[in-house]
């Protein structure tokens, strides 16, 4: 099976322009998650999307949106970027719905604003 | 969410058993206890989870204590693929949240 996918793997934009990062899942997997890294916070939660529903969410402010598709692949959207939305954008995707799960990582998008 | 707590960093010898410690003390009954590494320039990776009994996988084992206020993953064999960043978490759900980790360095 193919792994999770992301696209694209780097992007450069500019302080108050918007972005949409793509996630295509493990094939059969329903659950998708998104995750920021930045040397400074660690890896933290975005959200979390099962069968075009969001089930989780993390403390992002609403600049950072997602949603998911029937295919079950998700894009996150991040609108009026600032600098310190640099950062890698991970999505992970699992097939169970249940209390705990593997996650599958994708290899992430790195986003660089100037 | 509760909270763990790892040592910042280890180091161990190729081929040598490597025991990976996380404390845990506010676990609560729903949480599951999960590990995850990441390789330089990757994603993280499952390694394992747990509730309450002990787990092996091809990967690594899991030991979890009978008050559930602590874990230790095991490795086996280190060898240097295995240098990495190893987060314990816990989650009653697929919510991971991530703390610092323990980097772990192999020597040859």
């Known amino acids: 099976k193919a792994g999770v996918t992301q696209t694209p793997r780097y992007l450069i934009k500019t302080r108050g322009q918007q972005v949409t990062l793509s996630c295509s899942p493990i094939?059969?997997?329903?659950?998708v998650s998104w995750y920021q890294q930045t040397p400074g916070q660690g890896l933290q939660f975005l959200f979390e999307?099962?069968?075009?529903?969001?089930?989780n969410k993390g403390n992002f402010p609403g600049r950072f949106s997602g949603r998911q598709f029937s295919n079950s692949r998700s894009e996150m959207n991040v609108s009026t970027l600032e600098l310190g939305d640099s950062a890698l954008y991970l999505c992970?995707?699992?097939?169970?719905?249940?209390?705990?799960?593997?996650?599958?990582f994708g290899p992430g998008t790195r986003l660089t604003v100037t | 969410d509760a909270k763990t707590t790892q040592p910042n960093s280890m180091e161990s010898n190729e081929e040598e058993p490597v025991h990976l410690p996380c404390n845990h003390s506010?676990?609560?009954?729903?949480?599951?206890i999960h590990w995850y590494r990441q390789l330089p320039s990757q994603g993280p990776e499952y390694v394992i989870h747990?509730?309450?009994s002990n787990v092996n996988n091809r990967m690594a084992s899991l030991a979890i204590a009978e008050d559930r206020k602590s874990s230790t993953l095991i490795l086996h064999r280190a060898t240097l693929r295995d240098a990495a960043v190893y987060y314990c978490?816990?989650?009653?759900?697929?919510?991971?949240?991530f703390g610092q980790g323990t980097e772990l360095s192999v020597k040859p």
């Open positions: 992970a995707s699992s097939d169970t719905s249940g209390r705990a799960y593997e996650q599958y």
């Open positions: 094939s059969g997997h329903r659950s």
């Open positions: 999307y099962f069968s075009e529903t969001q089930r």
């Open positions: 506010t676990i609560s009954g729903t949480d599951y």
């Open positions: 747990g509730l309450t």
């Open positions: 978490i816990l989650s009653p759900y697929g919510k991971l949240i």
